[in-house]
């Protein structure tokens, strides 16, 4: 049976990457500033996780494992920043583990917000494609009803006028009705029409999937292509692009990107390759939010700013020379972000991809194992283990005070000497308890020590450490009771001689 942590095996570490420094944040380990205060302080997160796997099942990033019900294996890393696992291996218990005992917060604090920040890219992704699609049905709607429209008001003036007059004034109000109709409907028709085809050559393209990482970045840099032959969808695209110009959320540098890939590339078809990026999606939804007079900005939550104010944010907080929580990471990989934040004014979710594979890599190799060590193998706090050991050594001064006494006053009958057991017993159950910071007893009621909650103790519901926990727990139960039973014994059974004073 395990009786130390050597003989369980944990997971292996990685040589490629450098551990975790202990304050590497403000390189002051004395003053350690959490941004979350509280485990209901990381409902943001597990909302963001929870919108991420609507969309696309599972997080698609590095070390991903099947998720079991009845998992025999230690939690990766991976699974525990996912909320995969439950107490004493969660989220919360480990952040406060970064937070308190590995004094490296700001790594965790920084893959809490790159996360959200990819969510907060594909929530405004899916709110483009949304957007369409009731643009869409609207345009169509409105057809419907201006047409059911002029029906009606035929039909009611057929009714009111006489007969006389009808035909009087039929023929001349109904050139000028009808020109008047026609410009209107053949206006709202080629718009309607051209914007129609042009949302369904994007939906055939997949431009809103937000499914892969990698398509939606392409999407947000401005990269995505739409090939089409239309004349009436490649005017439309051109003059989506000179009104997106001028949009408030576009970059001198997105812009430069489209114009030059929204060229003419004319082939033997006369098709043409346009570049489209998010821009140009909304200033095409902002045209029709204009016809309803309502503001596009007003009517989403989410917008092209949000993203560029997050990307900023996490610039600011975790990577700039001054920042308050800054990260230890490689020269090459600060450099190459700070410069597509900065200078290409990046916002899709790749841009930390690098920085976020380092902090994962480095919290896996330093942090991770002594998570385990310290909160899988053990159910016993370090400041509960030096209340136990003084309360060992107390314990073992009345044993020793009782054992001698009742030897030296020569008590009869000796089996009543077997009163030693009680104290020995506390004796060692408080010290093994603290040296191998297992408390049997705490174990097989369900429960371990923890400092992530206020009352100091959690439930034991990840099943293989409660399996684990158990099986040292008979081990540190079979030791104390042996130690305890010895000294009792000696206690007991040595002949008493009583000391007499001598005059």
Known sequence: MPGADAEVSLPAETSDHHPI???????????????????????????????????????QTFNTMPETDTRDRWPTLFEILNKKTQSPLDLWSFYVFMRDEAHSIDYIDFWIDTVQHI????????GLKDSLLVSARARQSDIVSNALNVNNKSLLIGEIEPPQTRYSV???????????????????????GSSSM???????????????????????????SVRTSDPVVNARIDEIKRKSQNFPSSTSINQADITEGSKSNHSSSNFRISRINPEMVETLIQDDFDTKHRSYDKAHLISRVSLRK????????????????????????????????????????????????YVFKAMEYDAYPNFLRNHALKNVTRKSAAIRIMLSMISGLAAFWTGYTLIFMNYEPKPTRAVVVVPFFFMSYFFFTAFYRVDPILCYAGYCESNSTPGGVLPIREPYVKKLLRKRSWFVLTVLCAVAAAFSVIFALVPGRRLTHSS
């Open 21 to 59: 420094q202990s304050g590497s944040g403000n390189n002051n380990a004395n003053v350690i500033k959490s941004k979350l205060a509280d485990v209901s302080d990381l409902q943001d997160y597990y909302d963001a996780l929870d919108e991420l796997e609507k969309q696309n099942g599972k997080l």
């Open 119 to 126: 969510n907060l890219c594909k929530v405004y992704v899916k």
């Open 170 to 192: 039929k023929r001349s109000d109904s050139v000028k009705h009808d020109a008047a109709t026609n410009r209107a409907s053949q206006n709202s028709s080629k718009n309607s």
């Open 198 to 224: 042009l949302l369904d050559l994007l939906m055939k393209h997949d431009l809103f999937e937000g499914e892969d990482p990698h398509r939606l970045s392409t999407f947000l840099r401005g990269e995505h």
């Open 310 to 357: 997050s990307t900023r944010n996490i610039l600011n907080t975790y990577l700039s020379d001054d920042a308050e929580k800054r990260i230890d990471l490689p020269t090459e990989i600060l450099d190459k972000v700070r410069f597509e934040l900065e200078t290409q004014g990046r916002d899709d979710p790749e841009v930390f991809d690098e920085a976020r594979e």
